[in-house]
């Protein structure tokens, strides 16, 4: 038997573990279901200082644009001859940085603007910003998954420095008229 390096099976675990934590709190049946399944980066930039007010900040960045498997958004176990609909996600934001304005960037404009989201689910320590996807959404036959015409990208400056910002992302997906969610959490 050919060993792998400790790295790679290091890396391989990281890689199964959202799948293994998100499976492991709903039924095996579940599992089969239509889901919204994709990768969000959470981005905090180096903090800076303004030359003029020395203020300082840190930029952060949810980005959803790339290529599947490593980013992006996808619906999966649904036939291609689904009905994907309403579409969803609400980012939880750790409250100790304040309520933030987002800007809409890279090639997101079928995305609506991501803001603070008065009607979300309250979650204690979070505050909520949704976005909803306004566009059309493709059956990729060779993956066997439903893609979004564009995919989401938002930025809003901090006005403090921070290193670690608590997050938890829920993705809300109607298919057939059913709504599947699914969510992640972690320090971005």
């Known amino acids: 038997m050919s060993q792998q390096p400790r790295r790679s099976i290091v890396k391989g675990a990281a890689w199964a573990a959202p799948a ?4 492991a709190t709903i039924p095996a049946y579940a599992a089969s279901k239509p889901a919204l399944d994709g990768w969000l980066l959470n981005i905090l930039s180096t ?20 290529n599947y498997p490593d980013r992006g958004l996808w ?6 001859s ?8 609400t980012q939880y934001i750790s409250d100790t940085v304040g309520q933030l304005t987002f800007q809409t960037g890279g090639t997101s404009n079928q995305w609506s603007p991501l803001a603070y989201d008065s009607t979300a689910p309250v979650r204690n320590g979070y505050i909520a910003y949704t976005t909803t996807f306004k ?22 400056t901090v006005g403090k420095c921070i290193t670690a910002l ?11 008229g059913t709504v599947y969610s699914f969510e992640r959490s972690g320090n971005r």
């Open 47 to 66: 903090c800076s200082r303004d030359r003029w007010s020395g203020a300082r900040s840190t930029t952060y960045t949810i980005n959803g644009q790339g």
């Open 82 to 89: 689904a009905t994907i609909g309403a579409t969803k996600v």
């Open 20 to 23: 293994v934590l998100a499976t």
């Open 75 to 80: 619906v999966s176990n649904a036939p291609a």
């Open 135 to 156: 566009g059309a959404w493709q059956y990729n036959a060779t993956n066997k998954l439903w893609f979004p015409s564009t995919l989401p990208y938002f930025t809003t």
């Open 166 to 176: 608590p997050v938890i992302t829920a993705r809300f997906v109607t298919v057939n």
